[in-house]
């Protein structure tokens, strides 16, 4: 079973830039993707990765603005966050696709999870 463990978080003004980083064990074999929950809103779909990192998908709020990517010598996918805005503050959690592959937007295809770390943007 994978564990993953996000970290980077933190508070920063509106059109400033943060780095999220998720280490995860057994983790080449996985495809990855971040997901965020603000306050009292459902969890939403951010990016994700497969599993070799030459594919990527983006949900529509994000694009343009946010990069995921992976090293897996450092068993390390990254979350590179442009241009936020106070709307993009929430708790943002890292997860690992038990395919590899399926690069998807649904919570219930990914297999584990991490802890969560937190973004604040402030206007």
């Known amino acids: 079973q994978v564990r993953l463990v996000a970290s980077g978080g933190g508070l920063v003004q509106t059109g400033g830039s943060l780095r999220l980083s998720c280490e995860a064990s057994g983790f080449s074999r996985y495809g990855l993707g971040w997901f965020r929950q603000a306050l009292g809103k459902d969890r939403e779909f951010v990016a994700a990765?497969?599993?070799?990192?030459?594919?990527?998908y983006y949900g529509d709020s994000v694009k343009g603005r946010f990069t995921i990517s992976r090293n897996n010598a450092k068993n390390t996918v990254y979350l590179q966050m442009n241009s936020l805005e106070p709307e993009d503050t929430a708790v943002y959690y890292c997860?690992?696709?038990?395919?590899?592959?399926?690069?998807?937007?649904?919570?219930?295809?990914?297999?584990?999870w991490g802890q969560g770390t937190q973004v604040t943007v402030s206007s």
């Open positions: 990765i497969n599993r070799v990192g030459d594919s990527t």
């Open positions: 997860a690992a696709e038990p395919t590899g592959w399926r690069m998807t937007p649904f919570p219930h295809h990914y297999s584990a």
